[in-house]
């Protein structure tokens, strides 16, 4: 039986002309689908339940759990600060939902793959706060939000040795894409920064004392058909997934 990965999607709630306008709408980009359903998973895309028990059973029901990226940003509440930028904020719905959810799955030892947003949301969740725009906060940043398309690649991450990133990877440096202008700046105190960019951006996260919780801040939906070390994120997710269904 093929994994069965609950998906977080995006969410209007009546404010986004782009996005279903005024009525409230779930969105979500088909390339996180396309990379789960073709690298042997099934993608499920979760509805953002209000009801905690609701949400636990949809956690019985999947094998593991991807936290995908976000235009808006996480209220800077959520991390004990005020919001300095006039950036757009998630709402709340999708907000306290993927937080919950990723707290009820490390409690069980769920496969947590969280990709840009996602990951930021999984420090989050865990007591980790972030840089609210890195160009503001940062001396002398790299351009974190590429000019080039998605599907190239912008810049290189210097990955930890011995680190869960570098045994799926194999490698001591890789070319990432990059899309986005918050980061993490105080990482969780139960996870380790495991890649960093040349400036020092932190790009990937996770935990050593769980099955698989990896957060990575780039993109490697638009990567992984052309790219072996990009789809190795996902395979290995998968195979966790697998070994924890089995």
């Given at each position: 039986m093929k994994p069965l990965i609950g998906v977080t999607p995006d969410f209007n709630a009546g404010d986004r002309k782009e996005w279903g306008g005024r009525e409230p709408?779930?969105?979500?980009?088909?390339?996180?689908?396309?990379?789960?359903?073709?690298l042997g998973g099934i993608p499920l895309v979760l509805p953002l339940a209000a009801d905690l028990a609701a949400r636990r059973r949809l956690?019985?029901?999947?094998?593991?759990?991807?936290?995908?990226?976000?235009?808006?940003?996480?209220?800077?509440?959520?991390?004990?600060?005020?919001?300095?930028?006039?950036?757009?904020?998630m709402s709340q719905r999708?907000?306290?939902?993927e937080l919950e959810m990723a707290q009820l799955a490390r409690r069980a030892d769920l496969p947590?793959?969280?990709?840009?947003?996602?990951?930021?949301?999984l420090n989050v969740a865990f007591g980790g706060s972030l840089y609210q725009d890195i160009g503001s906060q940062r001396p002398h940043p790299l351009q974190h939000r590429q000019s080039t398309p998605a599907t190239?690649?912008?810049?290189?991450?210097?990955?930890?040795?011995?680190?869960?990133?570098?045994?799926?990877?194999?490698?001591?440096?890789?070319?990432?894409?990059?899309?986005?202008?918050q980061s993490v700046k105080d990482v969780a105190p139960s996870l380790q920064a495991s890649a960093r960019a040349p400036d020092g951006i932190i790009?990937?996260?996770?935990?050593?004392?769980?099955?698989?919780?990896?957060?990575?801040?780039?993109?490697?939906?638009?990567?992984?058909?052309?790219?072996?070390?990009?789809?190795?994120l996902f395979e290995a997710f998968?195979?966790?997934?697998?070994?924890r269904r089995r």
């Open positions: 709408t779930y969105f979500l980009r088909a390339r996180y689908i396309r990379a789960i359903e073709d956690l019985t029901s999947i094998d593991g759990l991807l936290l995908t990226g976000s235009g808006p940003d996480l209220a800077p509440e959520l991390y004990g600060e005020r919001q300095r930028y006039k950036f757009r904020v999708r907000a306290t939902f947590l793959l969280g990709i840009c947003g996602g990951m930021q949301a190239r690649l912008s810049h290189p991450v210097k990955i930890t040795p011995k680190s869960l990133l570098h045994r799926i990877v194999n490698t001591g440096t890789m070319r990432v894409n990059s899309s986005h202008h790009e990937a996260i996770e935990s050593s004392a769980q099955r698989f919780l990896l957060g990575i801040q780039w993109h490697p939906e638009f990567l992984f058909d052309r790219h072996d070390r990009h789809r190795r998968l195979e966790a997934a697998q070994r």
